[in-house]
C-alpha cells in the first residue's frame, strides 16, 4: 500500500505548549527532567502524563490538548533516557528495572508546588506511575493508566531469566538509528509498523523530539536503541504491590488486542480493593492512546473532576 506524502514533522498551531526543565532529587542520580507544559499557569498541576518506552513526552500534545483546554494545567514529562530528558542513562549500568523511572517520578512530584490530581501514563509510564503510587500514595490524588505493562509475576521471573531473547529488545536493537532529515524518518515510519495506527500529527509530535542532531550531521533518535532495548529487557520493578501498597483511585483502560496488561486472573482482587477498575477497550492495540483519543480525553476528564 502506498502513503501518501504528508506535511513535514514539524510542530505547528494548536494546541499550545511551554518547555519545561525541572531540577529533581532521584536515587537515581539526580538531574534535571524536562517536559511540556498545556493550560493555565496560574494554578498547580493538575495532570502529570508519563510516556511509553522510546517515546517523549510531545509525543501525546494532541492527546492531552483539549484536557488542558478545558482548564487543567498539564505537565507531560521526557522520562529518563528519551526526548530532551537531561537526566542520566546508561543501559550498561545494571539496569534491570524500571524502578528508577518511578523514583524518577517521586522525584518530580516531590519539586512541584503540589501533588496533582491525577498521575496518568502510557505503557511503561503507566507501570512507572504505578510504582510510584505504591512507594509514596501520598504524591498524587489518583491513576489512570493506558495499557501498562503488568505481567503476572511467575511469568516476569521467566522472562527475567532470558532477557536476551526478547523479540521487542531484539528488535529495538536493530532500530534504525540515524536518518538524513526528520522528513526522511517521518516517510519511513508513516503508516508502517508500530506506527501503523497512528495519527499523522502524533507521529510528526513524536519525531520533532525523538530525533535529535547527530555529531557527524543528519539526526539520530533521542532515545538510543540500546536504552530502549534495556527497558523492554528490564523485569525487576515488580508494579503488583503498587495496586495494594497504594491508596488511590486506579483506573486502567487496557487493550483488546495484544494487551501488556495481564490482569485478568486477578480482577476479583483488583476489584475488592473498591479503588480499581479495569476497562477493556473494543478494538484496540497497545497503541490505543493513539487509537482511541477521545475516549482517553474522555477518562481523563472523568478523574479531574472526581
Known amino acids: 500500500m502506498s502513503i501518501d506524502p504528508a506535511p513535514p514533522p514539524e510542530v505547528s498551531g494548536d494546541p499550545a505548549f511551554r518547555r519545561k526543565r525541572i531540577p529533581i532529587h532521584s536515587p537515581s542520580g539526580d538531574g534535571i527532567m524536562t517536559g511540556i507544559e498545556m493550560g493555565p499557569e496560574g494554578q498547580p498541576i493538575d495532570l502529570v502524563f508519563c510516556h511509553a518506552n522510546g517515546f517523549n513526552a510531545l509525543t501525546y500534545r494532541t492527546l492531552l490538548g483539549p484536557v488542558a483546554e478545558a482548564g487543567h494545567r498539564i505537565l507531560a514529562i521526557d522520562m529518563r533516557?528519551?526526548?530532551?530528558?537531561?537526566?542520566?542513562?546508561?543501559?550498561?549500568?545494571?539496569?534491570?528495572?524500571?524502578?528508577?523511572f518511578g523514583s524518577d517520578l517521586i522525584g518530580l512530584l516531590e519539586a512541584l508546588e503540589a501533588p496533582p490530581k491525577v498521575v496518568a501514563g502510557h505503557s511503561m509510564g503507566g507501570t512507572s506511575g504505578l510504582v510510584a503510587a505504591g512507594l509514596r500514595p501520598d504524591l498524587l490524588g489518583s491513576l489512570v493508566l493506558l495499557d501498562p505493562v503488568v505481567m503476572r509475576e511467575d511469568v516476569a521471573r521467566t522472562l527475567g531469566a532470558t532477557t536476551?531473547?526478547?523479540?521487542?529488545?531484539i528488535?529495538?536493537?536493530?532500530?534504525?538509528?540515524?536518518?538524513?532529515?526528520?522528513?526522511?524518518?517521518?516517510?519511513?515510519?508513516?503508516?508502517?509498523?508500530?506506527f501503523k495506527s497512528w495519527p499523522a500529527e502524533m507521529l510528526a509530535d513524536y519525531l520533532t523530539d525523538g530525533l535529535i542532531p547527530a555529531e557527524d550531521g543528519g539526526f539520530r533518535l533521542s532515545c538510543a536503541p540500546a536504552w530502549e532495548a534495556a527497558n523492554f529487557s528490564a523485569r525487576e520493578h515488580h508494579p503488583w504491590p503498587g495496586f495494594f501498597n497504594s491508596t488511590c483511585?486506579?483506573?486502567?483502560?487496557?487493550?483488546?488486542?495484544?494487551?501488556?496488561?495481564?490482569?485478568?486472573?486477578?480482577l476479583d482482587e483488583l476489584g475488592a480493593t473498591g479503588r480499581i477498575t479495569v476497562e477493556t477497550i473494543p478494538g484496540t492495540s497497545h497503541f490505543l492512546p493513539m487509537e482511541v483519543p477521545d475516549r482517553v480525553r474522555a477518562v481523563l476528564l472523568e478523574a479531574l473532576r472526581a
Do not use: M, Q
Not at 164 to 169: I, Y
Not at 172 to 192: H, I, M, T, V
Open 249 to 266: 483511585p486506579i483506573r486502567i483502560l487496557k487493550a483488546e488486542i495484544g494487551s501488556t496488561c495481564s490482569v485478568d486472573d486477578r
Open 81 to 100: 533516557g528519551h526526548g530532551l530528558c537531561e537526566l542520566e542513562a546508561d543501559p550498561g549500568d545494571g539496569h534491570g528495572s524500571w524502578a528508577n
Open 164 to 169: 536476551g531473547s526478547s523479540p521487542l529488545a
Open 171 to 194: 528488535g529495538a536493537l536493530r532500530r534504525r538509528n540515524c536518518f538524513d532529515s526528520r522528513e526522511a524518518a517521518y516517510d519511513a515510519y508513516l503508516g508502517r509498523g508500530a
